[in-house]
């Protein structure tokens, strides 16, 4: 009988791999520095809700049981308000300035903008020493009528309401700057598809136009949503209970940390469920354009009464988000303004300036850092870390120092605990209550508004720039230094100035994590205000509108250049 023969049982050893692909296969530098920075930005949120298992002794019941769906209530009662405010303000004049012609259209496209530069806490200050008992508009109507305090109804400015009104008038900029752009980027070919149809001005808004921006409009209003949730000075100032008043009562004047950062993570939930809201609003809709060729927008020329009435609309939300406020402002600092602004000026100035320049030039860095690191690999790994390095601003900025100071607290413990056993010396504070933590916040919650506008910049070069380099000899790194950055120029100072604006405005993040002693501009105005001294609160307010009418006017001049054609 023959034996057939059979081959050897190969063993399963891999074949050796060679030390370049071996390499190959690691994460790259620009890998690692996005994963770094992604995880950065996430840890205070991931404390903050690592916090929800820890035990407050009876703390968080007591908040259950007593002001917690005050909370809850009030913050949705004013996040719905103002969604329908600024929803009406901002798209209805973003087409009209868009679509319409009437006297005043040019100059208006700008200057609805304006008010993205007057913080929300200025304008409680300025319309509560407007409308309030004895100030000039109900002494004026008790002078002209004849009138006591008990034979007329007013409006009480500090109220719910009143809160709504004011962040609606501040917050509308975020929907009219979205909405614009969407209706500037709009088909001609559907217009006149629907104008040959024999629709007019409104009905080719409503039935073509509205549904066309409708993923625009929605992130516009989510980031109007956001700005709500995380608003400090308004609310406090007009007594309106919310989640960030209610965070900051828990930290400081009950001194429980645990409680506050509880009371964060259900802020939290809201924020998740907002962001999720307004990917759902999406769907899977998706908006092309019919052809490459751009053509000057149909418009429809208003006359008479419809053009008076289309100049009221425009009007009315920049003289009551802007010019009054402005003016207001101007005639109270003339008139009595801070004394002692002048010696202190400075010092808050100087504290302002450092805290804005240092945070706007590493955001502006790690954007691109992580913008380009996206580009050389976009891998799904690498497309969930930059969206969480830009989910900071979806993120309240008491969310942010509480998930700050807890670790840094932790920290400073063990550091001066080893050192007091150690050698006998108490090195104090290391971490909290220093510049260093609170531009770290800064960076956590504004690194998302230098990353889209670095990443919008950077998609418009085109790869075989960095191809062309690459054969050329220049490193990653070297490329993005030498080729991208001179290209992207304008790209970059727009997001460090936005940035800059920002950090001037911030007032919830520094009121909790700034060092003792340490005032800004924006904390000058809130003590100011809170001690109802707001005719000196309005000279540093001034200074804080004055720096931010300058990115306004640039953002408002790119938009009206980005329709390809634009002769703008």
Same mark, same amino acid.
């Given at each position: 009988?023959?034996?057939?023969?059979?081959?050897?049982?190969?063993?399963?050893?891999?074949?050796?791999?060679?030390?370049?692909?071996?390499?190959?296969?690691?994460?790259?530098?620009?890998?690692?520095?996005?994963?770094?920075?992604?995880?950065?930005?996430?840890?205070?949120?991931?404390?903050?809700?690592? =916090?929800?298992?820890?035990?407050?002794?009876?703390?968080?019941?007591?908040?259950?049981?007593?002001?917690?769906?005050?909370?809850? /209530?009030?913050?949705?009662?004013?996040?719905?308000?103002?969604?329908?405010?600024?929803?009406?303000?901002?798209?209805?004049?973003?087409?009209?300035?868009?679509?319409?012609?009437?006297?005043?259209?040019?100059?208006?496209?700008?200057?609805?903008?304006?008010?993205?530069?007057?913080?929300?806490?200025?304008?409680?200050?300025?319309?509560?020493?407007?409308?309030?008992?004895?100030?000039?508009?109900?002494?004026?109507?008790?002078?002209?009528?004849?009138? *006591?305090?008990? @034979?007329?109804?007013?409006? @009480?400015?500090?109220?719910?309401?009143?809160?709504?009104?004011?962040?609606?008038?501040?917050?509308?900029?975020?929907?009219?700057?979205?909405? =614009?752009?969407?209706?500037?980027?709009? $088909?001609?070919?559907?217009?006149?598809?629907? /104008?040959?149809?024999?629709?007019?001005?409104?009905?080719?808004?409503?039935?073509?136009?509205?549904?066309?921006?409708?993923?625009?409009?929605?992130?516009?209003?989510?980031?109007?949503?956001?700005?709500?949730?995380?608003?400090?000075?308004?609310?406090?100032?007009?007594?309106?209970?919310?989640?960030?008043?209610?965070?900051? *009562?828990?930290?400081?004047?009950?001194?429980?940390?645990?409680?506050?950062?509880?009371?964060?993570?259900?802020?939290?939930?809201?924020?998740?469920? +907002?962001?999720?809201?307004?990917?759902? $609003?999406?769907?899977?809709?998706?908006?092309?354009?019919?052809?490459?060729?751009? *053509?000057?927008?149909? $418009?429809?020329?208003?006359?008479?009464?419809?053009?008076?009435?289309?100049?009221?609309?425009?009007?009315?939300?920049?003289?009551?988000?802007?010019?009054?406020?402005?003016?207001?402002?101007?005639?109270?600092?003339?008139?009595?303004?801070?004394?002692?602004?002048?010696?202190?000026?400075?010092?808050?100035?100087?504290?302002?300036?450092?805290?804005?320049?240092?945070?706007?030039?590493?955001?502006?860095? +790690?954007?691109?850092?992580?913008?380009?690191?996206?580009?050389? =690999?976009?891998?799904?790994?690498?497309?969930?870390?930059?969206?969480?390095?830009?989910?900071?601003?979806?993120?309240?900025?008491?969310?942010?120092?509480?998930?700050?100071?807890?670790?840094?607290?932790?920290?400073?413990?063990?550091?001066?605990?080893?050192? /007091?056993?150690?050698?006998?010396?108490?090195?104090?504070?290391?971490?909290?209550?220093?510049?260093?933590?609170?531009?770290?916040?800064?960076?956590?919650?504004?690194?998302?508004?230098?990353?889209?506008?670095?990443?919008?910049?950077?998609?418009?070069?085109?790869?075989?720039?960095?191809?062309?380099?690459?054969?050329?000899?220049?490193?990653?790194?070297?490329?993005?230094?030498?080729?991208?950055?001179?290209?992207? /120029?304008? $790209?970059?100072?727009?997001?460090?100035? +936005?940035?800059?604006? @920002?950090?001037?405005?911030?007032?919830?993040?520094?009121?909790?994590? *700034?060092?003792?002693?340490?005032?800004?501009?924006?904390?000058?105005?809130?003590?100011?205000?809170? @001690?109802?001294?707001?005719?000196?609160?309005?000279?540093?307010?001034?200074?804080?509108?004055?720096?931010?009418?300058?990115?306004?006017?640039?953002?408002?001049?790119?938009?009206?250049?980005?329709?390809?054609?634009?002769?703008?």
């Amino acid at each position: 009988m023959s034996h057939q023969a059979f081959p050897p049982t190969l063993s399963p050893v891999a074949a050796p791999v060679s030390l370049s692909t071996w390499r190959s296969r690691l994460p790259s530098g620009w890998t690692l520095a996005v994963l770094a920075i992604a995880l950065a930005v996430a840890l205070p949120v991931l404390i903050v809700g690592s =916090r929800v298992f820890v035990s407050s002794h009876g703390v968080w019941s007591h908040l259950t049981e007593t002001v917690l769906w005050t909370y809850i /209530r009030n913050t949705l009662m004013l996040a719905g308000g103002v969604a329908v405010g600024v929803s009406i303000i901002g798209v209805g004049t973003a087409w009209l300035v868009t679509m319409c012609r009437f006297p005043g259209q040019r100059w208006l496209e700008w200057a609805l903008l304006l008010p993205m530069a007057v913080p929300a806490y200025v304008m409680a200050y300025v319309y509560t020493d407007l409308l309030q008992f004895v100030g000039p508009v109900q002494t004026a109507l008790r002078e002209v009528f004849g009138w *006591r305090r008990a @034979d007329y109804w007013f409006p @009480d400015i500090r109220s719910l309401g009143g809160a709504i009104a004011v962040l609606s008038f501040v917050l509308y900029p975020y929907v009219y700057l979205l909405a =614009r752009a969407a209706f500037l980027e709009q $088909s001609v070919c559907v217009l006149e598809v629907a /104008r040959t149809l024999g629709a007019g001005a409104w009905r080719s808004f409503a039935r073509v136009a509205l549904p066309l921006a409708r993923p625009a409009i929605a992130a516009g209003l989510a980031l109007s949503m956001m700005e709500v949730l995380a608003d400090f000075g308004t609310v406090q100032y007009f007594a309106v209970d919310t989640f960030t008043t209610g965070i900051y *009562r828990t930290w400081f004047a009950m001194g429980e940390p645990v409680a506050a950062a509880q009371l964060a993570s259900v802020l939290m939930l809201f924020v998740m469920a +907002l962001v999720v809201m307004e990917r759902t $609003s999406r769907g899977r809709a998706r908006y092309f354009h019919s052809t490459g060729r751009y *053509r000057m927008l149909p $418009s429809y020329t208003l006359r008479g009464v419809r053009a008076g009435a289309a100049l009221v609309a425009c009007l009315t939300p920049l003289l009551l988000g802007f010019v009054v406020p402005v003016l207001i402002l101007a005639q109270m600092a003339v008139r009595e303004g801070d004394s002692l602004f002048a010696t202190s000026f400075r010092q808050l100035a100087g504290n302002s300036f450092i805290l804005a320049g240092i945070t706007s030039v590493l955001a502006v860095a +790690l954007a691109a850092l992580v913008a380009y690191g996206l580009r050389l =690999r976009p891998t799904p790994v690498l497309r969930g870390a930059a969206r969480v390095a830009a989910m900071g601003y979806a993120v309240p900025g008491s969310v942010i120092a509480v998930g700050i100071l807890i670790p840094a607290a932790h920290v400073d413990n063990a550091v001066d605990g080893f050192m /007091r056993a150690t050698f006998g010396v108490s090195t104090g504070l290391v971490l909290s209550g220093t510049i260093v933590a609170i531009v770290y916040a800064y960076l956590v919650r504004f690194l998302a508004v230098s990353f889209n506008t670095v990443e919008a910049s950077l998609s418009k070069i085109r790869p075989t720039m960095d191809q062309a380099a690459r054969i050329l000899g220049q490193t990653p790194g070297k490329t993005l230094l030498k080729v991208h950055t001179p290209i992207m /120029r304008g $790209s970059l100072l727009t997001a460090a100035l +936005l940035v800059f604006v @920002d950090v001037m405005k911030e007032l919830p993040a520094t009121m909790i994590v *700034r060092p003792f002693n340490f005032d800004t501009l924006a904390v000058r105005v809130y003590t100011l205000a809170s @001690d109802e001294r707001l005719a000196e609160a309005s000279t540093p307010a001034l200074a804080i509108v004055a720096v931010g009418i300058i990115p306004v006017i640039l953002l408002s001049r790119a938009i009206a250049k980005s329709r390809p054609g634009s002769d703008a």
